[in-house]
């Protein structure tokens, strides 16, 4: 089972120069719990954007790049949609976690969308598909928080 998880601000951006435009440590915290002992699907440029790699998951980078090779023992390499098969047909929560490229590329794979969503527009090259209410059900929103001067909330979505 495919579930995306994401941090977009309210124009939908994700992204600025494979970074995020912002910081925010509730999101961060969020992010690690949620994804504790499990796999992390990502694209290359997202991978190499983080800031570290972090223990208890594995991560599953997405390249075209056959010559590509990362030192650490949680990170595999794929090369396209079949070697992600048995991720997508898998009983258990697998997590596809950017660039943009990738969301778009899973969005019709997966059931869960785990989304942080900032009241905030940024500016920024990478954008995350508008959540469809004709596709997708709202089953649970946090309270609104803030950080850094931005307000923000945790959002969960189902596939109808």
Aim: net charge negative; charged share 30%.
């Amino acid at each position: 089972m495919l579930s995306i998880i994401v941090t977009k601000a309210k124009n939908n951006i994700i992204g600025k120069d494979n970074r995020k435009p912002w910081k925010l440590e509730g999101d961060d915290k969020h992010f690690d719990e949620l994804t504790k002992g499990k796999v992390i699907i990502l694209g290359r440029k997202a991978f190499e954007a983080l800031d570290e790699v972090l223990p208890d998951r594995t991560y599953v980078v997405m390249t075209e790049n056959r010559e590509l090779r990362f030192p650490q023992d949680n990170v595999q390499i794929v090369h396209s949609m079949l070697e992600l098969q048995g991720y997508i047909e898998d009983a258990n929560e697998n997590f596809v976690a950017g660039g943009a490229m990738i969301y778009n590329l899973f969005m019709r794979h997966v059931n869960k969308l785990y989304v942080t969503e900032l009241d905030k527009d940024f500016s920024g090259d990478s954008l995350f598909p508008r959540v469809n209410e004709e596709v997708w059900n709202e089953v649970s929103r946090s309270e609104e928080m803030e950080e850094a001067g931005i307000k923000y909330q945790f959002v969960e979505y189902d596939r109808k």
